[in-house]
């Protein structure tokens, strides 16, 4: 297992494209957990699902967002009608359970709206 | 709702030497666990050290270690015989202690640069 991955890593789209983002988390983990970061800031969470159930969204997560889980394995993010606003990094994270250790983390994916 | 904080945008030390790094938190629950995590360039964060708020003995980790602080609220990372490897932004995350949710909060973040 190589960890959580998450492609693209770089997405650069102009305004108003949806864009879709993939998370392939731990294979044992059953929790899975998107998170925006912005430049210079930490990062803030967006949603997280326990196997294939949504359990918590942020207020952060627009209408526009939308976060998929089908199988309880990978993870999809969509933004619909991207705005410039929406430029951050996109972090994943794993876990098994509410883990005392923390999350294993995936690179991100960096997305520019132009 | 929680709030975490770090007050030192920057640090800075020279190699070899001792750093600590700030971080206050705000919670009304009185079972949580606390996190350093390291984002270097590439990106990945990467967990340095976690502690639980029922036990009183700070963590350590090598050369990591926490002075937690529970009636303050406080929770600093010292940083021993720092290397060139430890430049990287750092981050002071809180988690509440359940079973149903688990979110993250973390800091804005404190950037540290090691100086040969």
């Known amino acids: 297992d190589t960890g959580v991955s998450q492609n693209p890593r770089h997405k650069i789209t102009k305004r108003g494209q949806n864009v879709t983002f993939r998370c392939d988390p731990i294979?044992?983990?059953?929790?899975l957990y998107w998170y925006r970061q912005t430049l210079g800031q930490g990062p803030e969470f967006l949603t997280y699902f326990q196997n294939e159930a949504q359990l918590e969204k942020s207020r952060l997560l627009s209408d526009r967002f939308s976060a998929e889980r089908p199988k309880g394995s990978f993870s999809t993010l969509e933004i619909q009608r991207t705005e410039q606003g929406d430029s951050a990094m996109y972090l994943c994270a794993s876990s098994l359970g509410a883990s005392p250790y923390g999350y294993t983390f995936g690179s991100g994916t960096r997305l520019t709206v132009v | 709702a929680q709030t975490v904080t770090q007050s030192q945008p920057e640090m800075s030390v020279q190699e070899a030497e001792t750093v600590t790094l700030s971080c206050t938190y705000d919670t009304s629950e009185s079972d949580y666990y606390l996190f350093w995590y390291k984002q270097p360039p590439s990106r990945q964060m990467i967990l340095v050290i976690r502690q639980e708020a029922y036990k009183q003995q700070n963590a350590t980790e090598n050369r990591f270690s926490v002075n937690f602080q529970k009636a303050a609220k406080s929770f600093s990372l010292k940083i021993s015989d720092s290397q060139l490897g430890d430049a990287a932004m750092y981050f002071c995350a809180y988690r509440r202690q359940e079973t149903s949710g688990s979110r993250l909060t973390f800091g804005e973040g404190t950037q540290l640069t090691v100086n040969p």
């Open positions: 294979s044992e983990h059953n929790r």
